[in-house]
């Protein structure tokens, strides 16, 4: 059972005792760039969530904030323009050529690395997806540049540095990460981490077009086609608004049916602790906490579940957490806004059983909005 204090495993704000005189051409690296993740037609919401944090560092350093919108010629290319602008771009840099139709680590590296080499972004932030993280990897290393994973903190030091924090020793404290030998400075952000900015519809700004300088023969991977997403249906987990989830408090795989008719009663997703994926009970995309997924739904209800802070870290931008166990000392209590101590087995069917009374398709449909 963990009991550590988020807080007081914070660390202190600014890099006490390695303080460095930054190299001169740093000067040259100037703004924040938010990378555009643009697929088969749809911006990832991710890209947005990083417009805002990037938001605040530009404002904070006194730089303009640049969307990067890499993608084929069309109509998505100019919404994901017009997306970037309304959560806050003040510039957009694209890079429009029928080879980036779909994502392949190299034209896309090719695309980015040559943007960053022109116009020298000093920050760079990707979303921590398949596509992000996949592509993150390879513009750092080309680059031959420091990117910090999975940052649950964005700031700036008083330097102007990036401060870029993220989870260390198994989720029980939390590190600052800084690049002060390389430029770009490059930070990934899982989906949900940070909050969804408002979206203010402003008119569409400036436009710098690159080109893109990699031929298809070049390329040494070939998309010969696409096979169903097994996750497709639950691709929805992190962005929910309603979440039921269970842990090993449930006991044995075949109760996990019941999470899963609370969740079909009041229109949720479900998902599960990490013990349930390792146990072989649930698929590891229904995962919540640091190495599942981040959730920020209205509404979480937690049974069987002990509140480590593995789990808490993936819940706690939930506004409202109920959390159902039979421990009354349980850590989940910490945190939950509202703590029912019984026994899940038998409370679950019969909440269930309330709702569905209570609710018709129609307030059903409410409660998810
Ligand atoms: C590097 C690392 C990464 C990790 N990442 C994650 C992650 O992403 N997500 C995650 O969840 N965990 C993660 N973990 C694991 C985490 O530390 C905990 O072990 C895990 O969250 C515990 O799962 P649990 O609460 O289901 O099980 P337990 O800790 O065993 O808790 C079960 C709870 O159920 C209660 N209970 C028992 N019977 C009942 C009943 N009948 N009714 C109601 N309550 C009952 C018990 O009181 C207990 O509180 C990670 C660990 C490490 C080291």
Redesign the pocket.
């Known amino acids: 059972m963990?009991t550590v204090n988020r807080e007081t495993a914070r660390p202190a704000a600014g890099r006490a005792g390695i303080k460095k005189e930054l190299p001169d051409h740093f000067k040259d690296y100037r703004h924040v760039w938010v990378f555009i993740e643009l697929e088969r037609g749809q911006v990832h919401p991710v890209s947005f969530e990083l417009l805002g944090e990037g938001r605040k560092l530009a404002d904070k350093l006194e730089v303009q904030l640049a969307g990067v919108v890499l993608g084929p010629p069309g109509e998505a290319i100019g919404n994901a323009i017009a997306d970037a602008f309304a959560y806050g771009a003040d510039l957009v840099y694209i890079v429009e050529a029928s080879l980036l139709a779909d994502y392949r680590n190299e034209p896309y590296t090719k695309a980015m690395t040559d943007l960053v080499a022109t116009h020298k972004p000093e920050i760079l932030l990707l979303g921590a997806t398949t596509l992000g993280r996949d592509l993150a990897g390879s513009v750092a290393t080309t680059l031959q540049t420091g990117l910090t994973a999975d940052c649950t903190e964005l700031d700036v030091d008083t330097d102007g540095s990036l401060a870029a924090t993220r989870p260390t020793f198994?989720?029980s404290l939390l590190c600052t990460i800084y690049t002060l030998n390389y430029r770009p400075q490059m930070a990934t952000v899982r989906p949900r981490v940070m909050p969804m900015p408002q979206r203010a519809d402003k008119p569409v700004g400036r436009v710098i077009q690159h080109k893109l300088s990699i031929t298809e023969d070049e390329i040494v991977t070939k998309v010969l086609g696409f096979l169903p997403d097994s996750q497709s249906a639950t691709a929805n987990l992190a962005y929910a608004d309603v979440v039921v989830a269970g842990?090993?408090?449930l006991?044995a795989a075949e109760n996990l049916q019941l999470v899963k008719n609370l969740a079909r009663a009041i229109g949720a997703e479900y998902g599960c602790?990490?013990?349930?994926v390792q146990k072989g009970w649930v698929s590891a995309d229904r995962?919540?906490?640091?190495?599942?997924k981040t959730i920020r739904p209205k509404l979480y209800i937690a049974?069987?579940?002990?509140?480590?802070i593995?789990?808490r870290v993936?819940v706690e931008g939930a506004d409202l957490i109920v959390a159902?166990?039979?421990?009354p000392n349980?850590p989940i209590f910490d945190f939950a806004h509202l703590g029912i101590v019984t026994?899940?087995?038998r409370f679950l069917p019969a909440l269930t059983e309330a709702f569905t009374r209570r609710l018709s398709p129609h307030n059903r449909d409410k409660l998810a909005s």
């Open positions: 963990s198994g989720g842990g090993l408090g006991g602790s990490r013990p349930m995962q919540i906490g640091q190495t599942g049974a069987g579940i002990s509140g480590a593995q789990h993936g159902i166990n039979v421990d349980a026994d899940a087995i």
